[in-house]
């Protein structure tokens, strides 16, 4: 009664720790690219050590959530896959382009236009960072919605597993 109990508890607890931490690499992700974006917006107004240094790090941080994404087709889906693919795709274009403004000076031609272009790039990898968001709401929420009938069943389990012990 108590090995059950224990098994469907786990499975219970496994599932719910997926659902938040798959919601949660989401966040992250929207998150660490809002603050690369205003600390990107930062270094260019006012370059200085503190401000580069603060860039970097978001650059990192990004990077990183981005790294911290579940990419196994067979676990989350075609369309989480996508999107997810989108977003690390779109950051890699956009890193590329970000790298070659911050190498302009100020004063070169073209300096503004593509200033521009690099906060265009950051807020599609942000609208893209909020899609895969939704996705994953979604397909997770289809997820608990199946589970939660079973779940419900629960108590009636562990009651008849008591009184079959006793």
């Not at 911050?102 to 004063?107: E, K, N, W």
Request: with cysteine; hydrophobic share 45%.
């Amino acid at each position: 009664s108590v090995g059950i109990a224990t098994v469907a508890g786990r499975w219970t607890v496994r599932a719910f720790d997926t659902l938040l931490s798959d919601n949660a690499s989401c966040y992250a992700v929207q998150d660490a690219i809002k603050a690369e974006t205003k600390a990107f917006a930062r270094y260019v107004r006012e370059p200085s050590q503190e401000s580069a240094q603060s860039y970097l790090e978001a650059c990192a941080a990004a990077e990183k959530s981005l790294d911290a994404l579940p990419f196994d087709y067979s676990q989350i889906g075609e369309e989480r896959y996508a999107r997810t693919w989108n977003l690390t795709q779109g950051y890699a274009g956009y890193r590329q382009k970000r790298d070659s403004f911050l190498r302009l000076s100020a004063s070169a031609e073209g300096y503004i236009d593509q200033m521009y272009a690099v906060m265009a790039m950051q807020d599609h990898l942000a609208e893209y960072a909020l899609r895969l968001t939704q996705a994953t709401l979604e397909q997770e929420n289809a997820l608990y919605s199946r589970q939660a009938a079973n779940i419900q069943h629960l108590p009636w389990l562990y009651l008849a597993l008591f009184l079959a012990a006793v």
